[in-house]
């Protein structure tokens, strides 16, 4: 570690602390960010084009590359998994090296991830997006931005390659926990607080013309969570209408609303046309519709995989079609790839196969961001990282965004726990951290695991553990002494299903349940889970199962069967004692589930947004003692969820009186729906009342009902509050036959309550 401290300082002390050209107006941090822009372009030779449009990685540089000179003007850097202090101090010397030693003094755009923390060995963890998105609290999701944009700026990094807003609708795909939900509306809400947080204001010694001080880059453009079959990268099947009456949204309202710096194109192909070459989707709409100034990444070996996975180019070399192609499309930056197909874009441009045009407007969109981040006057380390990472304030947030994000599914009374309750702690999840994917090497041996967050709370002498089984085995052997454990016990918790791994392991053959490319043909939990359920259950002891995990798990026994069920979508690293809070009562329970439950797999899609017309239900089953009972819709099941988005129970309980909901123009700005809700138990509690709209009669075909708004309010046990829900007109409108958007007049219908099966009001409005 010293020796490489020495290197650096070695370095620093022999670079030139003189900028090239020191009165060229893009040195000028008074200058207007356009014109700076322009004058470092005009100067830029064919060559640092091609290199500003590349992404290497901080892995592959070595301070021998910055003494001699080899390292070439890379436009951006991937600045992660490596340990702290050397990359810290690596990122300042290959600035300094770009700043000074280059030609041109243009400073690399280091980036990193983080959609739950950033990708630090000791960063905060937060819990997965999925858990993140059950709170409905946009306010503490743009503290939760704030939070990684500051741990991240603090190591020099200057662009984030998050939130995702891809929809959780297709939940056999292994990346539903890092997305908000299935929801556009909700995805939007959250994903726009989480820009604003990340991107912050502008860093320290920056320009006057600086915006922020770092750039988030929202993902996957467009529709990529709805892969055929659930498969990783897979073609999404879909037209138009689809695309701008659902998966558009949520990024049209981070980038006008919580302006996004950057966008990452997607994997697959959407309707035939693979996101990474999609002209209509990253020029017409993103550019030319929202006027979007920022720029375009690919996403790793997007370009290269015109090629391997669509076949629109070559696979067999480093086909240069495939950068002209997104180049054209609108794709501006190449991440790291091997091979790196925008390397051919000199010899293309010479060739006259690519516009220089093309290629100036693509470097123009990266200098835009690189000035409005102020990096060339500050584009360092903080000198006090080490102290902003993990900052106990920061911890602390962590632990309040699970207790806000934790989802009572199922409740007789069992809970809350008093704490003279003598209690077993059996499962496979109930000594292990599991975190979301996206989670540096080794990440999973810290945290607070749920066991010990109970005995931090109720000490060891009212806590039996035993594990019961593996997560990935059907091994019973354990099953009598967790039987055993549980009846000594008052009150049973089984702590059951899936996990991911850590961005090595994850990588490397390491098995797992969900994560980037696992993906799943049952949502059923694996191995002998579903058999240790039972078998406590059976003991007759009250039994409390709770679901940690990274997508809805689909297991009806348990809803029917289970005195409580709580779902824990993959948690921070403060999970446990979280947990230990909202059993014992010490938080009260307020998440709301961001995504439907399937009765199994075959009942998707179960998304609670689906169409008028989408979900007739004349219901068959199979009971427990095998007997069948034929319907229709379906002959042995239903397509109908365990549990709809949007539901939730408290240890309180509210009361929802005096809808109203005023008429308007379609030309209004909003409608105000406003309801009065009361707690009317014995403790006080959060709800989130949430606003399902209807378009009762519409030109094409419309959701049965979809969320338009929602707030979350405190409520002491007796109190009662107005609230008012601002719904906005333009989030009425609807693709029309002739592919506009159109607010069309007519009757709406509002349905309010805490959750989409939970809505106790209906209200009509009439716009004209």
């Known amino acids: 570690m010293k020796i490489l401290y020495a290197i650096a300082a070695a370095w620093l002390a022999t670079a030139s602390a003189k900028k090239p050209f020191p009165n060229a107006v893009y040195q000028n941090p008074d200058a207007p960010v356009e014109a700076r822009v322009e004058d470092l372009l005009k100067r830029m030779t064919l060559e640092e084009k091609q290199y500003q449009l590349m992404q290497n990685n901080m892995i592959e540089v070595d301070y021998g590359m910055l003494k001699n000179g080899t390292l070439p003007p890379y436009g951006a850097f991937f600045a992660d998994m490596m340990p702290r202090d050397p990359l810290a101090a690596l990122v300042n010397a290959t600035q300094d090296y770009f700043l000074h030693n280059t030609r041109l ?73 890092e997305n908000y939900g299935e929801d556009p509306h909700l995805t939007g809400e959250m994903g726009t607080a989480f820009v604003k947080g990340l991107q912050g204001t502008p860093k320290k010694g920056t320009a006057k013309t600086a915006k922020h001080r770092v750039a988030s880059m929202v993902k996957h453009f467009v529709a990529h969570g709805s892969s055929m079959g659930g498969l990783n990268s897979a073609p999404v099947e879909g037209g138009e209408r689809y695309l701008r009456s659902l998966y558009l949204l949520p990024f049209k309202k981070a980038i006008l609303e919580g302006g996004a710096m950057s966008v990452m194109s997607a994997y697959h192909a959407y309707d035939g046309v693979p996101c990474t070459a999609n002209h209509h989707t990253l020029t017409d709409i993103l550019r030319g519709e929202w006027g979007f100034q920022g720029f375009v990444e690919s996403d790793m070996r ?12 070559d696979p067999s070399f480093n086909d240069p079609a495939a950068a002209v192609m997104a180049l054209n499309a609108g794709v501006d930056v190449e991440m790291v790839s091997d091979p790196m197909h925008f390397a051919n874009i000199e010899d293309q441009v010479k060739k006259g196969n690519l516009d220089i045009k093309v290629v100036d407007e693509a470097v123009r ?85 749920p066991l010990a967050g109970l005995q931090a709370k109720v000490g060891n002498s009212k806590i039996i553990y035993e594990q019961g089984c593996e997560l990935w085995s059907n091994d019973q052997s354990g099953f009598d002494d967790a039987v055993a454990a549980a009846k000594k016990a008052d009150v049973a918790l089984v702590m059951v299903g899936t996990w991911t791994r850590d961005q090595t392991l994850l990588w490397n053959g390491a098995n797992a349940t969900t994560g980037e490319h696992v993906d799943v043909n049952d949502l059923g939990l694996v191995g002998a889970q579903l058999d240790l359920v039972k078998a406590i259950q059976n003991t007759g002891v009250p039994t409390v199962v709770i679901y940690i995990s990274g997508k809805p798990i689909a297991e009806p026994w348990i809803k029917n069967h289970a005195n409580a069920v ?154 009662s509050k107005r609230v008012t829900v601002p719904i906005k007109v333009e989030e009425l409108a609807v693709w029309t036959v002739n592919n506009g958007y159109k ?26």
């Open 105 to 177: 003094g243009i400073p690399s755009l280091m980036t990193s991830e983080g959609i739950h923390g950033y990708l630090d060995p000791n960063s905060t963890i937060f819990p997965a997006p999925l858990a993140m998105a059950c709170s409905f609290n946009p306010d503490l999701l743009q503290q939760v931005g704030n939070v990684i944009g500051t741990e991240a700026e603090s190591v020099g990094c200057q662009n984030i390659l998050a939130p995702v807003l891809d929809l959780s609708r297709e939940l056999r795909w292994g990346r539903v926990e």
């Open 365 to 449: 969109r990266l200098l835009r961001a690189k000035f409005l981040l102020g990096m060339f006057e500050n584009p360092w380390v903080s000198n006090d990282y080490n102290t902003t990472i993990h900052a106990p304030a920061h911890v602390a947030l962590s632990q309040q965004v699970d207790e806000e994000s934790m989802v009572l599914l199922e409740n007789d009374g069992v809970l809350p726990l008093a704490k003279d309750t003598k209690i077993a702690v059996i499962g496979p999840q109930a000594n292990v951290m599991q975190y979301g994917d996206y989670i540096y090497p080794g990440g999973f041996d810290r945290g607070v695991t």
């Open 302 to 313: 997007a370009v290269d995989q015109l090629c391997s996975l669509h076949y629109t180019c």
């Open 743 to 768: 607010v069309e007049p007519g009757q709406f219908i509002a349905y309010v309550g805490g959750g989409f099966s939970e809505t106790t009001l209906q209200t009509s409005f009439w716009l004209h």
């Open 566 to 719: 709580l779902q824990v979508f993959y948690p921070g690293e403060m999970g446990g004692h979280a947990l230990a809070n909202i059993l014992y009562g010490d938080a009260n329970p307020s998440g709301k589930l961001s995504v439907s439950f399937p009765t199994y797999v075959g009942s998707l899609p179960v998304y609670y947004n689906f169409l008028n017309g989408g979900r007739a239900t004349d219901a068959g089953m199979i009971t427990e003692n095998g007997t069948m009972v034929f319907g229709h819709q379906y002959a042995l099941g239903t397509p109908n969820a365990l549990w709809y988005f949007g539901h939730g129970l408290s240890y309180t309980t509210f009361n929802y009186t005096g809808l109203s909901a005023a008429n308007a123009t379609v030309s209004a700005k909003e409608v105000n729906v406003s309801v009065t809700v009361k707690n009317t138990g014995k403790r006080d509690g959060k709800e989130v009342v949430q606003v399902y709209i209807r378009d009762y009669i519409s030109s094409v075909v419309t959701p049965f009902q979809a969320l338009k708004g929602f707030t979350k309010v405190h409520l002491k046990a007796g109190e």
